[in-house]
């Protein structure tokens, strides 16, 4: 029996009509500003989020995405959808219900020995329950919504619209693989079988960080469609911004270590930044709480990481050359090569200096504004060009993580630790590594068709 009901979910023509009408709106302001006729783009950008906000479904994700890429909207737009969250109503007691007899049976509430219908988090593609096993264990149960998979192919369609109503206005960079990549990547979000591999993973990769705790998945109480671990206590983040500045520098470096320890090591990164993903605990440890959008890369695409830092810090013009195309980027030429640089040595610049600083000595917004508006202008006469599609959750992932940074206004010495981390790294050494932590946990490999 299908557990999707009219009075629970958007229909389907509704719900693209109301996605259409968005992105006309959006680019018809846009036009409206390039001929001159400027209005008040800060509030058609809150319109814009509220807007996109109450639709659950991928949608949601997809602008959460766009808005790491600077160069493909206005800042208003970007700031906006970065805050995106999903303000849609939970779906109510009837669906959870639903839900969870469909998933573990009629008798489902006898696995429990507590089990709270009301939800405790509610996101674009899912709620979370908690609940309380017989043993005593607290966990947390996320149930996806009805009508996901159906929904997806319909919201993506309708992001590669407005995807090429922004690259015929802007030119400078050609969308087709940000489109593919998002695809595939949303659509594993919806694979909570998937997710449960990845905690496992996430659990080896970091087991050796006591700074950083993964919870433990409950395989007796999980399906494609609803994912139960170990509740983890904590408190947001962001409550971070009050504590003294030894105790954010200490985040902030368990922070660093929670993303970048499984990047260099074995070529996977946790790809959503938003930062109810993250609590504190008491002792100021940080809980990694969803694992839906993890990345993958082949092990060459990290080396070509590490060898730009490498050229930037030695003013190595061909090295720089040989990262890009380690990245696959295709017509290469000096200026093109400069003019990317001239972007990266912006964004490592924490890392290319040995000493403490706040991220945001380096990473200033106006500067970083200027910076986008150069390289989009190079790009735009060069014909645009195509990014890798690798790139679009690694830009995501660096973008998050330095708005904390910048919010935490941590002081570390970033080039230390990250040279650290980096240290002896060989790429075939991550090749295999990574090779054997996927066939243990029976994770795909990643698609190496851009590299």
Not at 108 to 117: G, M, S, T, V
Not at 238 to 253: G, L, S
Not at 429 to 441: F, I, K, N, S, T
């Amino acid at each position: 029996m299908s557990d999707i009901s009219s009075d629970e979910t958007i229909t389907g023509a509704r719900r693209t009509l109301k996605i259409g009408s968005t992105a006309g709106s959006v680019m018809f302001n846009q036009l409206r500003s390039r001929a001159g006729f400027t209005g008040d783009r800060a509030r058609e950008a809150q319109a814009l989020k509220e807007a996109l906000g109450t639709l659950r479904g991928p949608l949601v994700k997809f602008a959460q995405v766009i808005a790491s890429f600077p160069d493909l909207l206005p800042p208003e737009y970007a700031r906006e959808l970065a805050e995106l969250q999903a303000n849609a109503p939970p779906m109510g007691r009837p669906f959870v219900k639903r839900r969870m007899r469909n998933e573990l049976g009629a008798d489902w509430q006898r696995k429990f020995a507590e089990f709270d219908p009301e939800p405790k988090a509610a996101a674009s593609l899912g709620q979370v329950h908690r609940g309380v096993m017989h043993d005593g264990r607290e966990v947390a149960c996320k149930l996806q919504y009805p009508g996901m998979r159906d929904t997806v192919d319909s919201d993506l369609k309708q992001a590669g619209r407005l995807l090429a109503l922004f690259e015929r206005y802007e030119g400078s960079v050609r969308t087709g693989r940000i489109l593919e990549e998002l695809k595939e990547r949303i659509g594993e979000e919806l694979d909570y079988t998937l997710e449960f591999k990845r905690i496992a993973m996430y659990r080896e990769m970091l087991a050796a960080e006591p700074c950083v705790q993964v919870p433990e998945p409950i395989a007796e109480l999980s399906t494609d469609r609803l994912l139960t671990a170990e509740w983890l206590h904590g408190e947001p983040i962001m409550n971070a911004r009050e504590y003294p500045q030894e105790v954010r520098d200490e985040i902030a470096k368990s922070m660093f270590r929670l993303w970048y320890r499984p990047l260099y090591g074995w070529a996977v990164i946790h790809g959503d930044p938003h930062f109810g993903n993250y609590s504190i605990r008491p002792d100021n440890s940080i809980n990694l709480l969803d694992y839906g959008c993890v990345r993958v890369f082949p092990a060459r695409f990290v080396e070509g990481l590490i060898r730009l830092y490498e050229a930037l810090r030695d003013d190595d013009f061909d090295k720089s050359a040989y990262a890009y195309r380690c990245w696959n980027f295709q017509n290469l030429n000096n200026e093109l090569i400069s003019a990317l640089n001239d972007w990266a040595r912006f964004i490592y610049g924490p890392v290319l200096r040995d000493e403490p600083q706040s991220v945001n000595d380096t990473n200033d917004v106006q500067t970083g504004r200027r910076k986008v508006d150069e390289l989009r202008q190079l790009l735009k006469r060069a014909g645009g060009v195509e990014l890798p599609r690798e790139f679009v959750f690694m830009d995501r992932a660096s973008v998050g993580l330095g708005a904390l940074f910048m919010r935490l206004d941590a002081k570390v010495n970033w080039h230390r630790m990250f040279n650290e981390m980096i240290e002896g790294f060989d790429v075939d050494a991550v090749a295999a590594r990574q090779a054997d932590l996927l066939e243990r946990h029976g994770h795909p490999a990643p698609q190496a068709a851009d590299l």
